[in-house]
């Protein structure tokens, strides 16, 4: 398991539920960072009930469309994490609103694209060099998360390959389109930070039931998120680049 951890969008469904297993684990992260855009705000009330019972639990504001408030969250990360640099960046924040071809705006296409490109890309950004640190300090060659890795939360509804399978059951126009555009950021960063030592994979984690998934869907969260983390704990230069589920199996671009 890394030694460290920064999770996006972890107050609710799968961003709180990493959170949970990640502390729950036999040896857990001696630092484990939970973002939010309001840490102090009702919607984050499980997740301050977390990191009173954990002291290696610290929760972060960050808003990911807002560049002062990730730098703000990169420099407190940098202060607790000295020279050791972190090990593991899971860009989990995103939205999933209604949109069709029929409804969809430019104010909605960009919007999303706001949250679910340009936030990871921008988060990224301010936390590279202490992915760059963790990198130089492991004792480890290998690619792998332990060393140093950039995790992003894509979907299977991002792939243009398998779209005709799964089109007229979920339009979502705005999100499948900046999940695809997430799925290039992937492959950019993978060739970009290669030779930093820093793993960029891009991950599926199931049609799971929380508020973007809603009650119908196949996975419980709690069986989703422990399929990431057998998945995180396996991943190589294999997956370097690459689209994968929380099953590990690979997914077509």
């Known amino acids: 398991m890394p030694e460290s951890v920064l999770v996006t969008g972890a107050n609710r469904g ?10 729950g684990k036999e040896r857990p992260p001696k630092t484990l960072f939970a973002t939010c855009r309001d840490p102090q ?8 009930a977390l990191a009173s019972k954990h002291p290696n639990l610290v929760i972060l504001k960050l808003e990911a469309t807002n560049p002062a408030s990730i730098q703000s969250a990169a420099k407190e990360a940098k ?11 899971i860009n989990n924040a995103g939205v ?4 069709t071809l029929e409804s969809a705006t430019a104010k909605d296409m ?10 990871p890309m921008l988060v990224t950004k301010a ?14 060659k290998a690619l792998s998360c332990g060393k140093a890795a950039i995790i992003n939360m894509s979907t299977i509804l991002s792939s243009i390959e398998k779209t005709p399978e799964m089109y007229h059951s979920f339009p979502v126009i705005s999100y499948r389109c900046s999940k695809a555009a997430l799925n290039m950021l992937t492959k ?14 891009a991950i599926h984690p199931g049609w799971v039931k ?9 996975l419980t969260v709690e069986e989703s998120v422990a399929g990431i983390l057998e998945v995180l704990s396996s991943l190589s230069e294999k997956h370097h680049g690459i689209l994968v589920t929380w099953e590990g199996k690979t997914l077509p671009w």
């Open 79 to 89: 202060s607790r994490l000295g020279d050791q640099g972190l090990n593991l960046l």
């Open 110 to 119: 960009l919007d999303v694209y706001n949250i679910n490109l340009v936030g």
């Open 210 to 218: 929380t508020d973007l998934g809603t009650e119908q869907a196949d």
């Open 41 to 48: 705000g009702p919607g984050a009330q499980e997740l301050r």
């Open 96 to 99: 999933m609103p209604a949109c």
């Open 188 to 201: 950019l960063q993978s060739m970009g930070y290669k030779e930093e030592g820093i793993l960029c994979t």
């Open 14 to 23: 799968i961003g709180l539920e990493l959170v949970k297993q990640l502390l």
């Open 127 to 140: 936390f590279l060099p202490l992915l760059k640190r963790a990198a130089q300090a492991s004792p480890h």
